[in-house]
C-alpha cells in the first residue's frame, strides 16, 4: 500500500474549488509551506482551487504559506483562533475590506473539534467560550454545577500536514513542537497530504513511536530539506 | 468444488475474503471472523485493525514465541507486520468510529433485513458482554457479518426483525452465509449468490423474511478446505 | 519534582475504602499486576480498602490480579466492556449471586468516557449503543442524518497503571500492546500511580517518543522485572 | 525598597512570581505573564506548559541558536528541560481544560468583582484574535491575572461588571495589580496586599467596585528591578 506520491503538484492535484482545506502548523512551527506553495502555484496557473475555507490556528504570517494564500485571492473564509501575527497584513487588509469571511473559535476548542471529526463524535461539551460573545446561538447545559457550550465536529475535503519521518504507508513522527494540529488534522479530512523531510520504508519507524498511524494519511511526499516558515517571514521571503 | 450441503466455517471465511479489497484497513471480530485472515487472497495488501491499539498486525506467532503484551481483541498472541503502529485505546476506537476502516467482519446471532444486528447475547440471562462490537458496526464503510445460515437447532439466523438484543440498527451491509451471500439494501435481503445444490424456495424457506433477487444470482462456490 | 515511591505498599497505601479506581491494562496485557496485588495485601491485611468501584476493561481472569481482587471480595462494582475471560470465574460467581455490581459499556465508550474525563468534557455525542438496551435512558440526538447516544464522562479517585519506561517526573513509555487504557486512564484519575519497569532520569526519554506526561502522574513505583497477567494465568498461579 | 508610586510590570510579575509553587505546572500567557519565569524564586521546581503542545520548557534560547520548530505559544524560541515532553494540540487543551494545571495567569482588559474577565477584544473593530484564553480560564486550579490598576488614561480595570467582551465568566480567582493583591471571593474584591504609599481610600477611589478587607492587609513590596 505505497501511499507516496512523485511530486507536490501530483499531491495537491485534486483539490477542488470550494474545497475545505485543514493546514496543520501553529504559527511557523509544523507548516507544510511547500505544499502550501505548490497549491499557490497551481492556482496562480489555472485558476484552481479557489474559494476555499482554511483550518489553521492563525492566518497567516508575512508574504509565505497561508499569507500568500490570501493574498493571492484563493481563501474565501478562515476558520480559526489568532489571526494576528507580527506581519499578519494578507488577512488583516482582506477582512477589514469585507473580502475574507472569519470563523474564530478558542484554540482549544479548535482542537478538540477536528479531533472529534477524526473519532467520530459529532458534539461534545466544553467549559471555553460559556458567557462569551463566541457562544452565542450555541446549546448550552450544566453538568456537576459547572456551565459548558456544546460545539459541533469540524471536518475538511483535505488536510495538508507536515510529518518529519514518514514511511511509504503513511506512519508518520514530527519535529518537535512542529506536532501541534498535524496528528488532529490527518484525522479529520477525507484526504489527508502529508509532506514529510524524510521518508523511510515500513519498520523503520518504531511502532511505540509512531505519531500518525499511516490508516489517517492518504498521500505522502517527500521534501527532504523543507523550508522553516518563521525564517522565510524573518527574511521577508515572499511568494 | 464438490457438492456439498452448506458451507463450513472455513469456507464461509474463504468467501469473505475474497471481497477484502487491496489496500484496504479491515478489522476481523473476534473468533470466527478472525479466520478470515487466513484466506486473504495472495498480492492483495491488506492492514489490519485491532480494538487494542494494533494496526498492521500479521500471523500468529509459532507456539513458544508468544509476547503475551502483544495480543490482539481475542486476547489471542500476535506478530506485526512492517509499517504496524501502536496507539491507546481512545486513539483506536477514533478509528473505528471515525470511518477509517474500509470493513468491519463480524459474527451474529441474527440479522435482520433492516441490517439490524444481535450479536452481543441471546437473552437477559448470565454475564452479559459486549466488547468493541456496539463501536464496530458504525464507522467502518463497510459492516458485513459471516454466519451460518441456521442455528444448530434449525432456526433461521436471518430474520425479519431480531428478537434477541440488537448490537447495532440498520448497520450490516452484506452476510455471508452457509448457504449463500445476501446484500442487505433498503431495508431488503437480496440474494447475490447461493449453493447451486440449494433451490430459491429451499434457501427462502431457511430464512425468515423474504428474499429479493435483483440481477444475476451466481453459485456460491468456495474450495475444499480443512 | 521527583514522583517515585520507595515501594508499592507505600504507592497504595491512601486508596480509601468506597474508591473509585481505574486499572490499566487490556486482558493480561499492560495489566500493573503488582500494584493490584500490593492493594490485595493491604486490604487482606487491614480490611481496606473495600467497597471498591474497579473501571478495567475486563473483570479479571484465573486466580490473580482483578479476579483475585473480586475473590478477595474488595470489589462491590465493575464498570468494564467484557467481563468474560478463559477463566473469569471470580467474577461470574459473584454477578451470579448478586453479590457485585456491572455497568456493561461498549469498549469503544468506555475509553472515549475516560479520555473525556481527562480533557474536562463532560458529555459527547457517539453513534455506539444506538437503539440497543445499552442506551436505554440515555439521551439521543440526530447529527447530519444519523443518531448518537449522548455519553457522560468516567473519572476515578485513582488509577493504577504499567509503564515501560518512566522517568522520575512522570513521563512514561508503554510495551507494545500493553499501552491500550493505560494512558487514558493516567488523565482521568485524581491520582495516578504508575508501576514501570525501568525507572530512568528526566531526560532520558526523548521529548518526541513520551506517550504520558508527567503531568498526569502523580506516583511513579519502579518494578523491575514485572509479572505477566497472561503468564501467570496460564502457570495457574493464584494470588 | 524605596518608595514608589506604582509598581512596574517587571515588580508585578516579581510578586505573582513569589507565589507559584514548589511542584507546581503552570501555564504563563503571551506577553506580560510570560515575564513572570523570569522571577522564579530559587529553589521551587515549576513545569511549565505552553499551548502549542509542550510541557517543560526552559529559558530563552540565546540569539542565533533559535529552532523555529520549538516555540511556544507566543510564537517565541523556547528551549528544554530535562524530563519535556511534546504532545499535538488535543492532548495540550485536555491538560488545560481537565484540571491538570495548578495556575495559569493571564494579562487583563478588565477583571469584575464577580472574576469574570475580559482580555481578547476591546470592543467590535478590528481583527478579533482569541487564542487559548477562553480555554486557559477554564479548568486551571487557579487562575490569576496580572495587571496595571489602571489603564493609561486612568480608567479602572477592576470593576464591578466588565464592559468589555468576556473571555471567561467568574473565573479570576486572584489579581496582582501595580498597586495592590486582590483576591476575588464571593463575586466581592478582598484587598489582601497594598502598596505603603496609597491608601485605601485611594486605591479604592481607582477601583471600580467596592474593596472588602478579611484580615490583615500586608504592604505590597517588590525589589527595584530594571
Known amino acids: 500500500m505505497d501511499k507516496t506520491l512523485p511530486s507536490l503538484e ?5 483539490i477542488e474549488d470550494g474545497a475545505t482545506v485543514m493546514i496543520g502548523g501553529f504559527g511557523g512551527s509544523g507548516a507544510p509551506v511547500e505544499l502550501i506553495h505548490a497549491l499557490i502555484d497551481r492556482f496562480r496557473a489555472t485558476g484552481s482551487p479557489a474559494r476555499l475555507t482554511v483550518i489553521n490556528n492563525n492566518a497567516g504570517n508575512g508574504g509565505i504559506g497561508i499569507a500568500a494564500m490570501i493574498k493571492a485571492g484563493m481563501v474565501a473564509k478562515m476558520i480559526c483562533s489568532f489571526p494576528r501575527s507580527s506581519n499578519a497584513e494578507a488577512f488583516n487588509e482582506k477582512y477589514l475590506a469585507g473580502e475574507i469571511d472569519l470563523e474564530l473559535v478558542p484554540q482549544g476548542t479548535l482542537a ?3 479531533r472529534a471529526a477524526g473519532a467520530g463524535i459529532p458534539a461534545f461539551f466544553t467549559p471555553s467560550s ?22 459541533l465536529w469540524l471536518k475538511a475535503d483535505v488536510a495538508l500536514i507536515k510529518g518529519e519521518t514518514g514511511d511509504t504507508v503513511g506512519n508518520l513522527t514530527y519535529r518537535l513542537a512542529g506536532r501541534n494540529f498535524n496528528p488532529l488534522m490527518a484525522m479529520a479530512a477525507n484526504r489527508t497530504i502529508a509532506q514529510v523531510s524524510r521518508l523511510v520504508s515500513p519498520g523503520d519507524i ?24 518563521e525564517v522565510l517571514v524573518r527574511a521577508g521571503v515572499v511568494h | 468444488m464438490t457438492s456439498i ?36 487472497p495472495e498480492g492483495r495488501d491488506v492492514t489490519y485493525h485491532t480494538e487494542n491499539g494494533v494496526l498492521g498486525f500479521g500471523k500468529a506467532p509459532e507456539p513458544g514465541e508468544e509476547d503475551w503484551d502483544l495480543i490482539n481483541a481475542g486476547k489471542k498472541a500476535i506478530t506485526l507486520d512492517p509499517g504496524a503502529s501502536f496507539f491507546h485505546h481512545a486513539d483506536s476506537f477514533a478509528m ?9 467482519v463480524l459474527g451474529a446471532y441474527q440479522v435482520a433485513q433492516n441490517g439490524d444486528l444481535a450479536n452481543w447475547r441471546v437473552g437477559s440471562k448470565g454475564v452479559p ?79 425468515d423474511a423474504p428474499l429479493f433477487v435483483d440481477g444475476d444470482v451466481a453459485d456460491l462456490c468456495a474450495p475444499e478446505l480443512e
Request: hydrophobic letters at 45%; aromatic letters at 6%.
Open chain 1, 10 to 14: 501530483n499531491a495537491i492535484a485534486d
Open chain 1, 112 to 114: 478538540e473539534r477536528i
Open chain 1, 130 to 151: 460559556y458567557g462569551t460573545d463566541l457562544a452565542i446561538g450555541k446549546p448550552t447545559e450544566e453538568f456537576d454545577g459547572k456551565m459548558y457550550v456544546r460545539e
Open chain 1, 206 to 229: 518504531h511502532p511505540e513511536q509512531v505519531i500518525t498511524p499511516g490508516i489517517f494519511v492518504d498521500a505522502v511526499v517527500e521534501v527532504p530539506t523543507p523550508q522553516q516558515e
Open chain 2, 5 to 40: 450441503q452448506k458451507l463450513s466455517n472455513a469456507q464461509i471465511a474463504w468467501r469473505a475474503a475474497q471481497d477484502i479489497e487491496d489496500g484496504s484497513y479491515v478489522n476481523l471480530g473476534i473468533g470466527f471472523p478472525e479466520m478470515i485472515a487466513k484466506f486473504q
Open chain 2, 96 to 104: 473505528v468510529r471515525g470511518g477509517h476502516l474500509d470493513l468491519a
Open chain 2, 129 to 207: 458482554a459486549v466488547g468493541g462490537a456496539m463501536d464496530l458496526v458504525h464507522g467502518a464503510k463497510r459492516v458485513a457479518v459471516v454466519t451460518d445460515h441456521v442455528t444448530k437447532d434449525g432456526k433461521p439466523k436471518l430474520v425479519s426483525a431480531c428478537t434477541f438484543p440488537l448490537t447495532g440498527v440498520a448497520c450490516v451491509s452484506r452476510v455471508y452465509t452457509s448457504l449463500a451471500v445476501i446484500d442487505i439494501v433498503d431495508a431488503r435481503f437480496v440474494l447475490r449468490e447461493k449453493l447451486a445444490s440449494i433451490s430459491f424456495d429451499e434457501l427462502e424457506a431457511l430464512t
